[in-house]
C-alpha cells in the first residue's frame, strides 16, 4: 500500500506542482485539503477541487472553517482590539494558524503518514506551518518541495509541463490572499520601503461616496448585531459589515512588521470590516470598563497578538489569556454609531447600561457630583505625598 500524505492545497502554482511531485516523484497517495476560512465562493472551491483531482490526488477535501475561525481565534482579536504595531489586524497570520491547525486534525483523521505544504523559504507561513504540524502531529512527517528544492517559479511551470499540466506563466502583478478578516496585498510598491499601492491593485475598489451611518451592536463584547439586524452568528455580521464598508475604501493600509525569520517585510491589506469592529468594540471599552482593565488588557492583547502572528496559537498561555479577555467583557455590552465615508470612518458615540461616563457622578471640567472641593483638596496633598518627600530629602542633593 502507498503512503498517505495529507497535501495543503490551494490550486496555485507551488501546490499544483506539489500535487505532481508527491505522487510522480515520491509514489505516495495524495489528499488535498483546502481550509476555507472566509476566502473562497462556492464556485472557486469547485473549481480549486476539480483541479485537484485533474491532478491526479486520490481524495480532496474542503473545509469551512469560518465560524471556528472566528469562535476559536477572531473573537479575542476583538476582545483584545489586536492591531500589530497598531496598524495590522492580523489578517493571514491569524489564518495560517487556524488552516494549519484543520489540516493537521484531517491528517489524524486519515491516519496519513505525511503531510505537505508548499511555502517557499522565504516567508513566515514555513514556521507557522511546520510549528503547528511538530505540536499536534509530530509523528507525521513533513514534505516542503517548493522549499526544500529551491524552486523558481519557471522551473515549477516546467515540470507541471512535462507532466501534461498546463499552467499560465503570467504572473499576477499583485499576490493577494482574502479571508473573512482581511485581505493581503502584495506587490512591487511593498518590496521596498517607500510605495503605496495604486488604485487597481485594491480587491474592492472604492464605488460609494457620501457618508453612511451603521449601528453595531455587542453583548459581553460580542458582535450581535448590525443595524438593528441580528444573525445566527458573529461571522455573519463581519462579513455582511465588509460588502457595506469596503466599497468606501476603508480599512486600507500598508503594515511594516517583524517577521518571524528576523527581516522586515511590508504587505498591503484592505480590512474594512476588522478595522470598523475593532475600533467600535474598543470606544464601547473606554467607557464600560475602568482604568486598570484597560491597561492591563492592552498589554496581554499585544503579547496575545505578537504570540498568535508567530504561530504559538497552541501555547497554553494563549487560553490563560483568552480566559482574561473573556474576563473583562462582562460589560462591554451596548451599540455603537459609526459614520462610514470615503476611506475613512468615524465613531460618533455609544449608548450602554455599563457606560461609566454617567451623568449621576459628575460632567467632567464641569460639575460634580459625587465628591466636594475639601475631598479634592485632602486627596490631593495625600496623593502627591511620597513624591513631595522625596523632593524634600533630595531637592538640595540634586541642586
Known amino acids: 500500500m502507498k503512503k498517505k500524505v495529507v497535501l495543503a492545497f490551494s490550486g496555485g502554482l507551488d501546490t499544483s506542482y506539489c500535487a505532481i511531485y508527491l505522487s510522480k516523484d515520491l509514489g505516495l497517495e495524495v489528499h488535498s485539503v483546502i481550509v476555507d476560512t472566509g476566502g473562497f465562493s462556492k464556485e472557486e472551491l469547485e473549481n480549486i477541487e476539480k483541479r485537484a483531482y485533474d491532478l491526479g490526488v486520490a481524495s480532496h477535501h474542503a473545509v469551512d472553517a469560518v465560524k471556528g475561525y472566528y469562535d476559536s481565534c477572531i473573537k479575542y482579536l476583538i476582545y483584545g482590539n489586536v492591531l500589530k504595531n497598531n496598524t495590522y489586524p492580523l489578517s493571514v497570520s491569524a489564518e495560517r494558524v487556524t488552516q494549519a491547525t484543520a489540516i493537521a486534525e484531517y491528517a489524524k483523521e486519515i491516519s496519513a503518514d505525511f503531510v505537505a505544504h508548499g511555502s517557499t523559504g522565504a516567508g513566515n507561513d514555513q514556521v507557522r506551518f511546520d510549528m503547528i504540524f511538530n505540536i499536534l502531529i509530530p509523528d507525521v512527517g513533513i514534505i516542503t518541495p517548493i522549499r526544500d528544492m529551491k524552486l523558481s517559479r519557471e522551473a515549477e511551470i516546467e515540470y507541471l509541463k512535462q507532466h501534461g499540466v498546463e499552467f499560465n506563466a503570467e504572473k499576477a502583478k499583485y499576490s493577494i490572499n482574502k479571508g473573512i478578516w482581511g485581505t493581503s496585498v502584495g506587490g512591487k510598491e511593498t518590496l521596498t520601503s ?57 480599512g486600507r493600509d500598508i503594515h511594516v512588521g517583524d517577521t518571524i525569520i528576523g527581516i522586515k517585510g511590508r504587505v498591503g491589506f484592505e480590512a474594512a470590516a476588522p478595522m470598523v469592529i475593532i475600533k467600535a468594540h474598543h470606544a464601547l471599552e473606554k467607557h464600560t470598563l475602568t482604568k486598570w482593565q484597560l491597561t492591563w488588557k492592552d498589554q496581554l492583547s499585544t503579547f496575545y497578538g505578537n504570540w498568535l502572528h508567530e504561530g504559538q496559537f497552541h501555547d497554553p498561555i494563549m487560553r490563560n489569556m483568552e480566559a482574561f479577555l473573556s474576563d473583562t467583557q462582562k460589560t462591554v455590552t451596548g451599540k455603537v454609531f459609526i459614520q462610514l465615508m470615503p476611506y475613512r470612518f468615524q465613531v460618533i458615540g ?50
Open 350 to 399: 455609544i449608548e450602554s447600561a455599563h457606560d461609566l461616563m454617567s451623568g449621576k457622578f459628575g460632567s467632567y471640567g464641569e460639575m460634580n457630583n459625587a465628591w466636594t472641593g475639601e475631598d479634592v483638596k485632602g486627596f490631593s496633598k495625600i496623593f502627591g505625598n511620597q513624591v513631595m518627600i522625596y523632593h524634600k530629602v533630595n531637592g538640595s542633593a540634586e541642586g
Open 194 to 250: 517607500n510605495g503605496m499601492l495604486p488604485e487597481e491593485a485594491w480587491p474592492t475598489q472604492v464605488s460609494k461616496e457620501g457618508s453612511e451611518a451603521i449601528e453595531l451592536e455587542f453583548e459581553k463584547g460580542e458582535l450581535k448585531a448590525l443595524n438593528g439586524q441580528k444573525y445566527d452568528h458573529p461571522s455573519e455580521i463581519i462579513q455582511a459589515l465588509q460588502a457595506i464598508a469596503q466599497p468606501y475604501g476603508i
